[in-house]
């Protein structure tokens, strides 16, 4: 038997005979269609309202954020000491302007250097051993250590650091100068060798 092939003259009248019997139907509607039409309505203009008033609320949520976002950023760059995060390789990934500024680079040269290559290098053995402390037990580890810019100064760092997630993938570092604590130390040091 061979299949019918639907022509545009079909068509046509498949959509006269469809429309017709939508006439049939709406006229024949009473008044509890409506009303269940009017009530349905009802409850979508309601539901659109509802909807605008989250969007606000939403939109009011987000300006709260980026505020709060750029507050935590400036306090980040801003802030007294360097902070840093380190991945597990002692990578830097992040580091804020005072870090960059103690450690004598821009921080687009520091993002992706190793900060142990930025350590002196009877520091460095030290430094590994912390970094690795924090990452294998998540616990906070300190050390001091001092620092060798490109420009040759020395710069003395107390190191905070902690992991920074439960995987032992990064960990935060906060650098604090204490050069002048270290040169007021060994100045007490030597007059007390000469007493």
């Known amino acids: 038997m061979r299949k ?4 545009p003259a079909d068509a046509v009248a498949l959509r006269a005979r469809a429309e017709d019997l939508l006439k049939e139907k709406s006229s024949s509607s009473d008044a509890a269609d409506r009303t269940a039409v009017e009530r349905l309505v009802h409850e979508l203009q309601v539901h659109q ?25 400036d306090l980040y760059d801003f802030a007294p000491i360097g902070y840093l995060t380190l991945d597990a390789d002692g990578v ?68 905070e650091a902690a992991a920074s997630d439960e995987r032992g ?16 130390e060994e100045t007490l040091r030597f007059r007390m060798s000469l007493l």
């Open 4 to 7: 019918r092939e639907s022509t």
């Open 92 to 159: 830097i990934r992040k580091v804020n302007l005072t870090g960059a500024r103690m450690l004598g680079m821009e921080r687009s040269r520091l993002v992706g250097a190793r900060f142990g290559l930025l350590v002196s290098p009877e520091g460095r053995h030290s430094f590994s051993v912390m970094l690795g402390k924090v990452l294998e037990r998540q616990a906070k580890q300190v050390c001091d250590v001092a620092l060798c810019s490109e420009k040759g100064a020395s710069l003395w760092v107390h190191i």
């Open 169 to 184: 993938r990064e960990c935060r570092v906060v650098l604090v100068d204490i050069t002048e604590r270290r040169r007021i």
């Open 49 to 73: 309202i509802e909807l605008e008033l989250q969007n606000e609320e939403l939109l009011q949520s987000r300006a709260e954020v980026e505020a709060a976002a750029k507050i935590h950023a």
